[in-house]
Structure formats: structure tokens, C-alpha cells
């Protein structure tokens, strides 16, 4: 038996090139001072890590943010390559006693992770407005479902 896979012959690409340029490292440190990446002055947020549907100032709409695990992944990659060097470092030269080490680390990994979820995420979500990604993307037709791959057409010969 064999199995054949074809795809649809045309798809949907997004078309940027007659969009105005958005500056990204704009939107990015806008993000990062968890202001708004189109006009800098209205909040990002309206929680901790709630994304508000609507800028307060500009009005733009922020609701078509996917930065989903990004921002604590690109977290744990800035803390973990902080503070495992000084862990070493400490160790290699010091060896003081686990508990000691453990009552430091711990909070000192748990609160700079705390504080720099929210400006992270901010600038994921500036990156994701400046390129035009996901709900950001004006041109994109209603139908198209994020994440939705074509219709597969799949036929079994026999
Ligand atoms: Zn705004």
C-alpha cells in the first residue's frame, strides 16, 4: 500500500511590503518600560502579565500578541546564565556550607525572574507588533486561523 500527500495548490503569505517600516528596537525598549510599541505612553499591561486588549493613549489594539512561552524561556536563559556562574564561581573559591548557598540563590533567582518577566514579555510583544507577526498583521483574511496548517488533501492508492 502506498500513501500519497498533495498540497493546496495556492496558500496565504503575508504581504509587508507596502506597510509603512516599524522600527524595531523602538517597539522592543518601548515594551521593555511596558509602555505600548506604537505610541510609548499607554500601559501594555493591565495585570502583571495581562496583555490589555487596547492601548489607554494611542487606542492600538495589542489583543493579536502571541508571546506565549517566550518571554519565561528567554528568562530563564538571561537568570540561569547569571546566576549559575556566580554559583560556581563562589563555590570553586569560597565553599560555603549548601544552606547558606540555597537561602541565597533561591530568592535571588526567584525575584530577578519575577522582575524581569513583565519587561520581557513587553518586548516580545513590541518584536511582535514591529514585524507584523500573528494578530498584528493587518493584511491577514479573517478565515486564516493562526497556526492553521492547509487542508491536507491525502489519497491512498491502492
Ligand atoms: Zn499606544
Given at each position: ?8 495548490a495556492t496558500t496565504w503569505t503575508p504581504d509587508v511590503s507596502k ?14 518600560r511596558c509602555r505600548c510599541p506604537n505610541c510609548g505612553e499607554g ?33 530563564i536563559v538571561i537568570v540561569g546564565h547569571i546566576v549559575v556562574p ?73
Amino acid at each position: 500500500m502506498e500513501s500519497r500527500t498533495t498540497l493546496p495548490a495556492t496558500t496565504w503569505t503575508p504581504d509587508v511590503s507596502k506597510l509603512p517600516k516599524r522600527d524595531v528596537w523602538q517597539a522592543m525598549r518601548r515594551g521593555l518600560r511596558c509602555r505600548c510599541p506604537n505610541c510609548g505612553e499607554g500601559k501594555i499591561f493591565r495585570a502583571f502579565l495581562k496583555v490589555a486588549d487596547n492601548c489607554s493613549v494611542c487606542g492600538q489594539d495589542l489583543s493579536g500578541h502571541r508571546a506565549d512561552d517566550l518571554p519565561a524561556y528567554l528568562v530563564i536563559v538571561i537568570v540561569g546564565h547569571i546566576v549559575v556562574p556566580i554559583a560556581l564561581w563562589i563555590e570553586t573559591n569560597y565553599s560555603p556550607p549548601v544552606a547558606l548557598q540555597l537561602a541565597i540563590y533561591l530568592p535571588v533567582t526567584l525575584f530577578s525572574s519575577l522582575l524581569l518577566l513583565q519587561p520581557i514579555k513587553g518586548a516580545v510583544v513590541g518584536l511582535q507588533w514591529a514585524l507584523r507577526m500573528h494578530g498584528f498583521d493587518e493584511t491577514r483574511p479573517e478565515n486564516e486561523e493562526e497556526g492553521t496548517i492547509a487542508k491536507l488533501n491525502v489519497t491512498t492508492l491502492k
